[in-house]
């Protein structure tokens, strides 16, 4: 079922619409006098009206293509298993749900807010280096051409790291509070299988989860800790939450997390858990 692996032209997208808008920024430097009004007028700006509806447009029209591209993935989804009935009424229920609406303006607020801290973390930087500068001697000019240089780099890899960890928390998220709406308790950690994937992720990959409790893939590796969470909602991460909708989308025994603790389960075993038996 890797068609609930998010699409990564959405992720390519969002980085691009970014780094644009911060493009853009830099023009406004272009003509700066003095390199101690760089760090300013980037905070200035980053209060502007016209980049606060910026950064919330941005945000939007990304958190509008996962909502429909995941639509379109549990609609097909729905074609397969008994819980098909049951998930194309909570697909064609979930505009008016209020759990669904909470969960897309959150992604939609969080992000926004993100894309405005860009400019006043770099104004940070900026008075950073400024200092550094004076202290060592260097022109004002010699300063701002260093600061120029230095910026497009320095906002291309923010806007991919943004990029890559929001749009694969926010797909996690839609995929959560759909398979609530849908009745669905458990779901099985996929990665994306590549040499990328850390080897934490790999040990969780194909290990059934329920929804309920998030696991520490860290610590079930035996590595430093890095807290509790879904497949998907950490830093960096291209693995995705498989909603678990039929018995056969796993081979059995299975692995299966609960309790703090991964165990292989035959199905029975696993059924055993289930409400009814029934997923």
């Known amino acids: 079922m890797k068609k609930f692996k998010m699409p990564r032209v959405i992720e390519r997208s969002y980085a691009s619409a970014i780094d644009r808008l911060m493009q853009g920024l830099k023009r406004e430097l272009s003509h700066v006098a003095s390199p101690f009004f760089i760090a300013d007028i980037m905070r200035r700006l980053a209060r502007s009206p016209t980049f606060i509806q910026a950064c919330d447009q941005i945000a939007r029209l990304m958190a509008t293509h996962l909502f429909r591209d995941g639509h379109k993935t549990w609609r097909a989804a729905a074609a397969e298993g008994s819980k098909g009935r049951i998930i194309r009424t909570a697909l064609q229920r979930e505009l008016a749900s209020p759990r669904v609406a909470k969960v897309y303006e959150g992604i939609i607020s969080r992000n926004a807010e993100l894309i405005r801290s860009m400019p006043l973390t770099l104004a940070d ?16 000019e010699a300063m701002i051409d260093d600061i120029l240089k230095e910026y497009p780099h320095i906002t291309e890899a923010h806007a991919r790291l943004i990029a890559r960890t929001e749009t694969s928390k926010a797909s996690t998220a839609l995929t959560q509070v759909r398979a609530a709406e849908a009745g669905l308790d458990w779901y099985v950690w996929r990665t994306s299988e590549d040499s990328r994937v850390r080897s934490a992720h790999t040990h969780m990959d194909g290990v059934i989860i329920p929804w309920g409790e998030a696991p520490a893939p860290e610590l079930l590796n035996h590595e430093k800790s890095q ?53």
């Open 125 to 140: 930087r900026v008075a950073h280096k400024v200092a550094e500068g004076y202290e060592q001697g260097l022109r004002p």
């Open 227 to 279: 807290g509790n969470y879904h497949a998907g909602n950490i830093y960096n991460c291209r693995c995705y939450p498989e909603p678990l909708i039929r018995f056969d989308q796993v081979a059995w025994p299975a692995k299966v997390y609960r309790n703090g603790k991964i165990e292989r389960m035959g199905i029975k075993q696993f059924r055993k858990l289930l409400p009814g038996g029934e997923l």
